[in-house]
């Protein structure tokens, strides 16, 4: 289903709070998270080595890659471990920090709409 660029990618009820699922829009694998209220999609490729996170889980409110265990901000895309304990003297570990690309989401009539 589309429309101004909006894909139905899932139900609501299909993804209870605290969870993640991975779904597909337009050839795009994307990870849904229901976190606090709010739906989340960001793209399920890990942007550390390429890992699954539509495979992973919320830990401490953030999406965990089932790979490294690195951590991600579903709001935000920002990484939050190990971006916490890198020393900022070694600026070379920060390259691998970079964040995940979250996209724009609704929720309407029960269904989650994902933009890409
Ligand atoms: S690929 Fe995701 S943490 Fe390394």
């Known amino acids: 289903m589309q429309g101004n660029g909006w894909i139905a990618v899932a139900r609501l009820e299909e993804l209870p709070s605290g969870r993640v699922r991975g779904v597909d829009a337009a050839g795009r694998r994307i990870v849904l998270v229901h976190l606090d209220g709010q739906v ?4 399920a490729r890990c942007p550390h080595q390429g890992g699954p996170l539509d495979e992973g889980e919320i830990y401490l409110g953030a999406l965990v890659c089932p790979w490294h ?12 471990f190990p971006a916490n304990v890198y020393p900022d003297d070694m600026p070379q570990l920060r390259d691998q920090l970079r964040a995940a690309t979250c996209l724009p989401v609704q929720v309407r009539d029960g269904l989650i709409f994902v933009r890409l």
């Open 40 to 43: 989340y999609a960001l793209d």
């Open 69 to 80: 265990n690195f951590r991600y901000d579903p709001r935000t895309g920002e990484n939050v």
